[in-house]
């Protein structure tokens, strides 16, 4: 943690992981966005590609389903 601070001037370190209660941790972009789509996460970025939750559920997810498939196609991730 020391080296840490020295190097970023923040004196802590967070071990978290990516997953839900009960399942795996995340290990590629297509779990990453699952868990997303199934979580209270607002945000998912991944290799600097964002994709943001509307905040108001909209009666369509098409913007929400545009900017995934955008994410896939900039990681050259086949959608499942």
Do not use: M, W
Request: hydrophobic share 45%.
């Amino acid at each position: 943690i020391f080296a840490f601070f020295e190097k970023t001037g923040i004196p802590a370190v967070l071990n978290t992981s990516f997953n839900l209660h009960g399942e795996p941790i995340v290990a590629n972009a297509v779990d990453a966005v699952d868990v997303f789509l199934r979580s209270s996460l607002k945000h998912l970025v991944i290799d600097g590609y964002s994709v943001e939750k509307p905040q108001a559920q909209p009666r369509s997810a098409d913007g929400l389903v545009s900017q995934v498939q955008d994410l896939f196609r900039h990681l050259r991730v086949d959608s499942p």
